[in-house]
């Protein structure tokens, strides 16, 4: 069985599951190439990119405003992940499934529709389709345009530390940046290679909706796909290996999610042991073996959502000398260099950020030290993300858990989305907020904020730890009325001690104290 289908097969059909983000247009030369082959001196560069993502562009045009020549390298879709397989599209496609859920809630808010509510997928992919088009194309535009910057198609491989080939070409340059991004990982699961199954990239490109959809993985994508289809109008299972879901989350974030998606009838199957697909008359047959209900399920689709793994495998490293970790993540210090010098790793093939926000932070720190001799380092920045399910979950700085282990003397404030009177006036009260701070210091360690409008909330605590500041800060600052944002200085008047439940642990115990 072949874990990743292999660039062969994926030549011959780039619509097969799994291709779509590893492939490439075409070996043959762009017309850019063509020129370069014309004329070999032009293939010297002051710097190469390769990957279009969400840092290689941005620095790309940042390199050529200085006057530099600067060559970028894409295999696949301009801008990466993001545009084209990844946030754009599915916040995109989460809208319209914000859309018909509220369309379906309509008479709760008086608002009566003639009918029954009904989903046009092929209206939903076009929606989606438009949208990402335009940033693709947007993120293509800017680079062809630049008259600095030189454009191939094609995948990129080091040859050596200061040579990358594309197509028959080889570049070379003193300094190479790698923003080749992840794609998913299809695991070697008992009859994964027997059936049909969607990735991320694949699912995006049906324009019809799944009767059953099985979603493996109740972690981040697979849960937002999950809601997404379920309001659409699929019937939808959520399989996961672990005994909750979310497992990086507290346990009480998790369980209102778990709250949250099972109120909107989606089947959870929790603890699942053994997965694996069997092709069935009547669909597929995924064995989840868990520890209470039917050993099987049965479904139309099944959509694989357990992890990404970095694009770095076939980018030719060890020609370059370039140190990786075991599971192919390029070894980066706190300014993004490899261990050879001239040669950086930016966005998720380093493995410390996994996001958009990570990867374009990273180009602002590469550009900072390089050309504003301004010192910044990937260890400044604050851990922040979102996940977009309906209420979103905003979260900042450590978790509970964490703090907990963390042995630091803290305070938490915690706050049911119903005491939240703007959740109450738009009939979106479920979820929570939580927040913790540090007792000798007051300064603010984390918060979680899942309830409507968690993705933007969040920031302004974030904002405040960036300044260093302490909690008080935002304990006594005047917010607006009616707004979520309005509720954290009241969770903050609040505070009580972190109490910790497993006092037996040594390691937390005087944490307690
Ligand atoms: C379903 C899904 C939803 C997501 N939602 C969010 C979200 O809401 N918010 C968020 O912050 N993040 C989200 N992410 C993560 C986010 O998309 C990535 O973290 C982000 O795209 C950063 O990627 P990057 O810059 O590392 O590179 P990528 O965007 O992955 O781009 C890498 C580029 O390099 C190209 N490439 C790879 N190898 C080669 C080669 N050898 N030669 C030439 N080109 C090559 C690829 O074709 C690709 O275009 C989501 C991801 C997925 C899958």
Redesign the pocket.
């Known amino acids: 069985m072949t874990p990743f289908p292999s660039h062969d097969s994926c030549r011959q059909n780039p619509h097969r599951a799994g291709c779509l983000?590893n492939s490439?247009q075409a070996d043959k030369p762009s017309a850019e190439t063509a020129i370069h082959l014309a004329n070999p001196m032009s293939t010297k560069f002051d710097a190469i990119i390769?990957?279009?993502?969400?840092?290689?562009p941005f620095l790309a045009t940042r390199l050529a405003d200085t006057g530099a020549k600067v060559a970028i390298?894409?295999?696949?879709?301009?801008?990466?992940?993001?545009?084209?397989?990844?946030?754009i599209p599915?916040?995109t496609m989460v809208a319209s499934a914000y859309a018909a859920h509220l369309a379906n809630r309509g008479s709760e808010y008086g608002v009566c529709l003639p009918g029954k509510v009904s989903v046009d997928m092929k209206r939903v992919h076009a929606r989606m389709n438009e949208v990402r088009l335009t940033h693709r194309k947007g993120a293509e535009d800017r680079l062809r345009n630049h008259q600095n910057c030189v454009v191939y198609t094609?995948?990129?491989?080091f040859e050596s530390a200061h040579e990358v080939s594309?197509g028959n070409q080889v570049l070379t340059a003193d300094k190479i940046f790698i923003?080749?991004?992840?794609r998913?990982v299809v695991p070697p699961m008992p009859g994964v290679d027997q059936i049909s199954y969607f990735t991320?990239s694949s699912i995006l490109e049906i324009d019809y909706l799944p009767p059953h959809l099985i979603v493996i993985g109740g972690s981040y994508?697979g849960l937002?796909f999950g809601q997404m289809f379920r309001r659409f109008g699929s019937k939808v299972t959520i399989v996961e290996t672990a005994p909750r879901l979310l497992l990086r989350e507290d346990e009480d974030i998790s369980a209102a999610i778990l709250d949250i998606v099972q109120r909107e009838e989606i089947n959870v199957r929790l603890n699942a042991r053994c997965i694996g697909f069997s092709k069935r008359k009547d669909g597929i047959g995924v064995n989840v073996d868990c520890e209470e209900g039917s050993p099987q399920e049965i479904g139309t689709h099944v959509l694989l959502a357990v992890g990404?793994r970095p694009?770095t495998d076939?980018?030719g490293l060890d020609k370059a000398g370039i140190v990786h970790d075991e599971r192919g993540y390029i070894v980066i210090d706190d300014e993004l260099r490899t261990n050879v010098p001239g040669i950086w790793a930016?966005?998720?093939?380093n493995g410390k950020?996994?996001?958009?926000?990570?990867?374009y932070n990273d180009f602002e720190i590469v550009a900072a030290n390089l050309l504003s001799n301004d010192h910044r380092r990937v260890s400044d920045r604050i851990p922040a993300?979102?996940l977009?399910i309906d209420p979103p979950l905003g979260h900042v700085g450590m978790s509970e858990t964490q703090v907990k282990h963390s042995g630091k003397r803290a305070l938490i404030g915690v706050l049911p989305m119903t005491s939240v009177g703007r959740a109450v006036e738009k009939g979106e009260t479920l979820g929570l907020m939580k927040i913790l701070v540090d007792a000798d210091t007051k300064n603010i360690l984390g918060a979680s904020i899942l309830g409507t409008g968690g993705d933007e909330v969040i920031h302004c605590i974030l904002d405040v730890m960036y300044a260093k500041a302490p909690y008080t800060v935002i304990e006594r600052a005047m917010h607006i009325h009616p707004t979520v944002s309005e509720l954290i200085p009241t969770m903050l008047e609040k505070l009580k001690p972190l109490v910790l439940q497993d006092l037996s642990r040594p390691d937390l115990r005087h944490a307690a104290a």
């Open positions: 983000e490439w390769i990957g279009t993502g969400q840092s290689g390298i894409e295999r696949n879709f301009f801008g990466g992940t993001c545009v084209n397989t990844g946030c599915t916040k094609g995948h990129g491989r594309v923003n080749v991004g992840a998913a991320n994508i937002e990404r694009n076939d980018l930016i966005g998720d093939c950020g996994g996001f958009t926000h990570t990867s993300y979102a977009y």
